[in-house]
């Protein structure tokens, strides 16, 4: 009988060490990718082993504590300076570090044996770490998010003076690597119209995943919640708290609802929160002004505790840094996920609440457009009475016509599977 392609792969495998370069391994849609890619490829038997500049425990994903984590490269330069400054310059300054670190300073990289690297988000140490590695070379893979130079805004000449070396050095490094992996369509589009000196350079599609088998929310926590919430109807948005994932649109669009049908319903926005980042720490502050502006009762809590007994009368809940076992159950009581970010490089949510049949609201661009199709809907960002619509038609219909469109969506994630991210990434390590 001849072998499958899995079989196959896990035999090749079970010969390599696989390292892994991340900048800050925290909780957000990047660090999702890097720990389920991680563990998908020590469950074809690499050997794992991942390098970090920063990884809190306490701030991190559950799976982090089955996986071989190192700090390195964190004892010199800060996160950022002069107030949340320069954190592009720091970061390359610690991931320089890191790898002059691991493979100058010690010889801990060589005790590794590395065949291959997974380097995501930065590319900066890619030049230096091939010139520092011994021969045989191994493959470096870079798994582009999408392009750093875009996430900033310029809206000074001397912002756009100072990107400007950055903007090269992307550009350069990342065309370093052996091979260039991107996490959708939408994205390789992007690069290469941002990256047109790497034009000879084809970007290989590698979708996020979910782990199919993680979603098992505690059933006890679950009827807990909807007891002491009263059974009101939940409208779930997750993600981190930062400006360009346009979560204000959900607290626009929840305050057109009837006041009435506010009463039997709460707003959750729950997400990555990291006190040291200056944006996520002053964004909160911004959208609770904006509810409160927009007369909506609100409340932040950070335990779970805290947001089991939340007050009857609060229309609208943060909830900072949520535990992964409670936002399973977060998306297990909602009737609709709410994801505002528009031109989304890819977006795992979406996927994690259709594994949980609970259909999506997005925005009709980006990644949702690959991954969302039938498990729920995709609307213009700039238009606030759509999105009320969907909210209200969620909110007041029968519990079955939701429930048909969330099986639609838990079918639709089986082509989303960590197994088969680990595939695809095989192939190219």
Not at 90 to 113: G, K, P
Not at 208 to 236: F, H, M, S
Not at 360 to 388: C, F
Request: with cysteine.
């Amino acid at each position: 009988m001849s072998k499958s392609r899995r079989e196959t792969e896990r035999e090749k495998a079970g010969k390599k060490s696989l390292v892994f370069i991340h900048p800050d391994l925290g909780i957000g849609g990047a660090e999702r990718l890097v720990v389920d890619a991680a563990v998908g490829c020590q469950n074809l038997g690499y050997k794992v082993t991942i390098f970090t500049s920063h990884c809190d425990p306490k701030h991190s994903f559950d799976e982090v504590r089955q996986l071989d984590v190192r700090v390195r490269g964190d004892s010199i330069v800060p996160p950022s300076i002069l107030g949340g400054r320069f954190t592009i310059l720091c970061a390359i300054l610690r991931q320089l570090h890191l790898i002059l670190q691991i493979a100058l300073f010690t010889n801990e990289l060589a005790s590794i044996q590395p065949d291959a690297f997974f380097i995501d988000q930065l590319s900066a140490c890619i030049p230096l770490l091939k010139w520092l590695l011994p021969q045989p070379k191994a493959t470096i893979l870079f798994y582009c998010h999408f392009p750093d130079q875009l996430l900033v805004q310029r809206k000074s000449i001397i912002k756009r003076l100072y990107r400007a070396p950055f903007d090269w050095l992307e550009s350069w490094s990342t065309g370093c690597s052996d091979t260039i992996v991107v996490n959708s369509y939408f994205t390789k589009s992007v690069f290469k119209q941002v990256f047109r000196k790497l034009k000879d350079r084809d970007p290989q599609v590698v979708y996020p995943c979910v782990d199919i088998n993680a979603y098992a929310p505690d059933l006890e926590v679950a009827g807990l919640l909807t007891k002491q919430w009263k059974d009101k109807k939940v409208l779930l948005s997750i993600n981190r708290f930062e400006r360009k994932k346009g979560v204000d649109l959900a607290i626009r669009a929840y305050s057109q609802l009837p006041k009435a049908l506010r009463k039997t319903s709460r707003l959750v926005i729950a997400g990555g929160y990291d006190p040291r980042v200056a944006e996520n720490v002053e964004h909160h502050h911004e959208l609770l002004t904006l509810s409160e502006d927009l007369g909506l009762s609100c409340s932040t809590e950070t335990t779970v505790r805290g947001a089991i007994t939340t007050d009857e009368d609060v229309n609208v809940l943060f909830l900072l840094s949520v535990p992964g076992d409670f936002k399973w159950v977060l998306l297990k009581v909602a009737r609709l996920l709410v994801y505002t970010p528009k031109e989304e490089h890819f977006g795992i949510v979406p996927i994690e609440a259709m594994l949980a049949r609970t259909p999506v609201l997005a925005a009709n661009s980006g990644g949702p457009m690959e991954t969302v199709e039938d498990g729920g809907w995709l609307k213009n960002p700039e238009d606030v009475d759509e999105w009320a619509k969907v909210m209200f038609g969620v909110l007041t219909k029968e519990a079955s016509w939701i429930n048909a469109i969330g099986e639609k969506g838990r079918k639709r994630t089986e082509m989303f599977s960590r197994d088969k991210m680990a595939d695809a990434l095989a192939k190219y390590l």
